[in-house]
């Protein structure tokens, strides 16, 4: 069975920082490219960052560039999302996925795109 499940997530204040977790199992962990997206209350869902695990190439948001940083432990096939000055407009669910990695000539779109599997997510509140 195959699943990405998600932690880390709860209420901060604006201008703090977090680190989530998505722990992964049941498919070939270096087979694929993990990263994260954002569904914020009453808006579509948002791709934020994603890291390849064949060559380690990482691709974020305009949104999040700069503040959040995505990386990977093979050896315990989780993917990290750290996340630095955080806004109100981060307010969100964040969901852990993945998709069959591949060379992404266009960038995070593309990985969005060939999504496969999806975790149920984490909630990520920021207050004032």
């Known amino acids: 069975e195959v699943q990405l499940v998600e932690s880390g997530g709860r209420l901060i204040q604006a201008g703090g920082s977090l680190r989530l977790s998505c722990a992964t199992s049941g498919f070939t962990f270096d087979d694929y490219a993990i990263g994260w997206i954002r569904q914020a209350p009453g808006e579509a869902r948002e791709a934020i960052a994603c890291i390849s695990n064949g060559d380690g190439d990482t691709y974020y948001a305009d949104s999040v560039k700069g503040r959040f940083t995505i990386s990977s432990d093979n050896a315990k096939n989780v993917v990290y999302l750290e996340m630095n000055n955080l806004k109100l407009e981060d307010t969100a669910v964040y969901y852990c996925?993945?998709?069959?990695?591949?060379?992404?000539?266009?960038?995070?779109?593309?990985?969005?795109?060939?999504?496969?599997?999806w975790g149920e997510g984490t909630r990520v509140t920021v207050s004032a």
């Open positions: 996925a993945a998709a069959p990695d591949a060379d992404y000539g266009q960038g995070l779109e593309e990985w969005y795109l060939g999504m496969e599997y």
